[in-house]
């Protein structure tokens, strides 16, 4: 929220010409929250309800989420390790992480089959010149991609690759592959 008046143009700018232009159907809605009295907890709660919600009187479903600022994210705490993630303000069908309250951590729910339901992206820096440095690459890039296509060589160890390859991580592979190309 504190950041917000000073990125309010570049913020409104990137979500309607840059993701409702991408995605069919869809409002990006900003949200501005303070960080100093709310906790990711919360923010699930938020996003949850959006989720399966909707927006008041708008019949909608939530599709992804940028977060833009230092944005307090879900610690986990999972097999004796304690580490922040994105994934429970992405999971809200079957989740694999719920947040226990006498913990203080959002804890394995028994469900090691839990997925983001969302898109998720986080951009962060430490200053509102950043922002607008960023968000004015982007409308360069989005006015002219080819500008931005250098020659470049792509560098694969096959032998490697091989040796180390995982049948079960195919599809990662094959999308890898289509990423590159």
Same mark, same amino acid.
Request: aromatic letters at 16%; a negative charge; charged letters at 20%.
């Given at each position: #929220?504190?950041?917000?008046?000073?990125? $309010? !143009?570049?913020?409104?700018?990137?979500?309607?010409?840059?993701?409702?232009?991408?995605?069919?159907?869809?409002?990006?809605?900003?949200?501005?929250?303070?960080?100093?009295?709310? !906790?990711?907890?919360?923010?699930?709660?938020?996003?949850?309800?959006?989720?399966?919600?909707?927006? /008041?009187?708008?019949? !909608?479903?939530?599709?992804?989420?940028?977060?833009?600022?230092?944005?307090?994210?879900?610690?986990?705490?999972?097999?004796?390790?304690?580490?922040?993630?994105?994934?429970?303000?992405?999971?809200?069908?079957?989740?694999?992480?719920?947040?226990?309250?006498?913990?203080?951590?959002?804890?394995?729910?028994?469900?090691?089959?839990? $997925?983001?339901?969302?898109?998720?992206?986080?951009?962060?820096?430490?200053?509102?010149? $950043?922002?607008?440095?960023?968000?004015?690459?982007?409308?360069?890039?989005?006015?002219?991609?080819?500008?931005?296509?250098?020659? /470049?060589?792509?560098?694969?160890?096959?032998?490697?690759?091989? #040796?180390?390859?995982?049948?079960?991580?195919?599809?990662?592979?094959?999308? #890898?592959?289509?990423?590159?190309?």
């Amino acid at each position: #929220k504190d950041l917000y008046p000073s990125i $309010q !143009s570049d913020v409104e700018r990137y979500t309607t010409s840059y993701i409702q232009a991408r995605q069919a159907d869809t409002k990006a809605i900003v949200l501005p929250i303070n960080i100093k009295n709310i !906790s990711a907890p919360d923010i699930v709660k938020i996003l949850e309800n959006i989720y399966f919600d909707g927006i /008041q009187d708008v019949p !909608s479903k939530l599709a992804g989420i940028v977060l833009i600022g230092n944005i307090p994210l879900p610690v986990v705490q999972d097999n004796g390790f304690v580490y922040p993630s994105i994934y429970p303000y992405v999971d809200f069908e079957e989740q694999q992480f719920i947040y226990d309250q006498t913990k203080n951590f959002f804890v394995p729910n028994d469900n090691p089959n839990g $997925q983001a339901e969302i898109r998720h992206g986080i951009i962060n820096f430490t200053g509102a010149a $950043q922002y607008t440095k960023y968000f004015q690459k982007l409308k360069n890039y989005n006015s002219d991609p080819q500008s931005f296509i250098d020659t /470049q060589i792509w560098y694969d160890d096959f032998i490697g690759n091989k #040796k180390y390859f995982i049948a079960e991580n195919t599809n990662f592979y094959i999308n #890898k592959q289509i990423f590159a190309e």
